[in-house]
């Protein structure tokens, strides 16, 4: 708006409020009754390759723009995220540790039915989607435990060991809940754990678990994708700080259980938005022309089979844990 004075709002974006009706690409009668929502209060809706505007006359001046400059919608950040890293087709999914984490999946036509168990939005591809789980602790429980245990360490001296310690770290088993646990749970009152803590572990072991913890807690996402909608996944693009180190990128590979895949150009979303741009001045036929263009890739790291392994076993007493605890959680918080 204010580059342009004109008021729209993408569909991927438009998703984010609750207030739009996905399948239909229209705001929700039914919500903004419920809630007697004004329906213009909301702004136009849009296709992110959408044509918004032109940059203002005034603007133009101001930034010594001498031609005109046009604007496009672009779309909400993961949806950029996406496109920027190629998420253009049902086998290539992606993961994104930042402060929280993310694992998401290109949809087709055909809506898979998650029943409220993960996100699922327009893409920024006209009528297609991509669903996305999250896990709200990801990185944020690295940090926590880097200022609470070592502070003193960069992470680079932290995680320097981890390679050392095998799949498991010796029976050490961390959940990252300690903001609560979004997918597959919704649970704002369950707290996170170390468990089978013994005097043999060293601070490589909590690292290591605590780095197998966040990738376990992402791949629920990853499961109730296959599980729910058929899918299989034969690369995963990593990107965000789980991408920066090459013995994380190992684990996700192994539990995981599929080829890890990293970005060239590391800034996705900004990548994504400007694919977004091109396409909509018609400098390319369509996204998928764009991302042959401007998305390349790096090896990460391939799974190995006996690692593969291990974790599922691991994966499987991971998964109990929730439902051991949840209880001893909120009689602790009370």
């Given at each position: 708006?204010w580059l342009?004075?004109?008021?729209?709002?993408d569909y991927s974006?438009?998703?984010g409020?609750?207030?739009l009706?996905?399948?239909?690409?229209e705001?929700?009668?039914?919500?903004?009754?419920?809630?007697?929502?004004?329906?213009?209060?909301?702004?136009?809706?849009?296709d992110?390759?959408?044509?918004?505007?032109?940059?203002?006359?005034?603007?133009r001046?101001?930034?010594?723009?001498?031609h005109?400059?046009q604007?496009?919608?672009?779309g909400?950040d993961?949806?950029c995220?996406?496109?920027?890293?190629?998420?253009?087709?049902?086998?290539?999914?992606?993961?994104?540790?930042?402060?929280?984490?993310?694992?998401?999946?290109?949809?087709?036509?055909?809506?898979?039915h998650?029943a409220?168990?993960?996100?699922?939005?327009?893409?920024g591809?006209?009528?297609?989607?991509?669903?996305?789980?999250?896990t709200?602790a990801?990185?944020?429980?690295?940090s926590?435990?880097?200022?609470?245990?070592a502070?003193?360490?960069?992470?680079?001296?932290?995680l320097?060991?981890?390679?050392?310690?095998?799949?498991?770290?010796n029976g050490?088993l961390?959940?990252?809940?300690?903001v609560?646990?979004?997918t597959?749970?919704?649970?704002s009152r369950?707290?996170g754990?170390?468990i089978g803590?013994?005097?043999?572990?060293?601070?490589?072991?909590f690292?290591?678990?605590?780095l197998?913890?966040?990738?376990?807690?992402?791949k629920d996402s990853q499961?109730?994708?296959e599980?729910i909608?058929?899918k299989?996944f034969?690369?995963i693009?990593?990107?965000?700080?789980?991408?920066?180190?090459?013995?994380w990128?190992?684990i996700?590979?192994?539990i995981?259980?599929?080829?890890?895949?990293?970005l060239?150009?590391?800034?996705?979303?900004?990548?994504g938005?400007?694919?977004?741009a091109?396409?909509?001045?018609g400098?390319?036929?369509?996204?998928?022309e764009?991302s042959?263009?401007?998305v390349?890739?790096?090896?990460?790291?391939?799974?190995?089979?006996a690692?593969?392994?291990k974790?599922?076993?691991?994966?499987?007493t991971?998964?109990?844990?929730?439902g051991?605890t949840k209880?001893i959680c909120?009689?602790?918080g009370?």
């Open positions: 708006f342009t004075g004109q008021q729209h709002m974006d438009a998703a409020t609750l207030l009706d996905v399948a239909k690409k705001w929700s009668t039914e919500i903004l009754n419920q809630f007697a929502i004004p329906a213009t209060y909301l702004p136009p809706l849009i992110s390759q959408g044509k918004t505007g032109v940059i203002r006359p005034a603007l001046q101001h930034f010594g723009f001498k005109e400059v604007v496009f919608a672009g909400a993961n949806a995220a996406a496109i920027g890293a190629g998420i253009l087709e049902v086998e290539t999914g992606m993961v994104s540790i930042g402060t929280s984490g993310v694992f998401l999946s290109y949809e087709d036509t055909k809506i898979p998650y409220g168990q993960l996100h699922l939005f327009n893409h591809i006209k009528d297609r989607y991509y669903s996305m789980g999250v709200l990801a990185g944020h429980s690295l926590w435990f880097k200022e609470t245990f502070k003193d360490l960069s992470f680079e001296e932290l320097a060991g981890v390679g050392n310690i095998g799949p498991g770290a050490l961390f959940t990252p809940y300690i609560g646990e979004r597959p749970h919704v649970d369950v707290r754990s170390f803590i013994d005097t043999t572990h060293t601070l490589s072991h690292s290591r678990a605590v197998e913890g966040i990738t376990f807690s992402l499961q109730l994708m599980t909608a058929g299989t034969d690369k693009i990593s990107v965000g700080g789980g991408a920066k180190n090459p013995e990128l190992q996700q590979a192994d995981f259980g599929t080829e890890i895949l990293c060239e150009v590391e800034e996705g979303p900004g990548l938005a400007a694919m977004l091109a396409t909509g001045l400098w390319f036929e369509n996204l998928q764009s042959d263009t401007f390349s890739y790096k090896k990460g790291a391939s799974p190995i089979p690692n593969v392994e974790y599922q076993k691991i994966y499987e991971y998964q109990k844990v929730y051991a209880d909120y009689e602790l009370e």
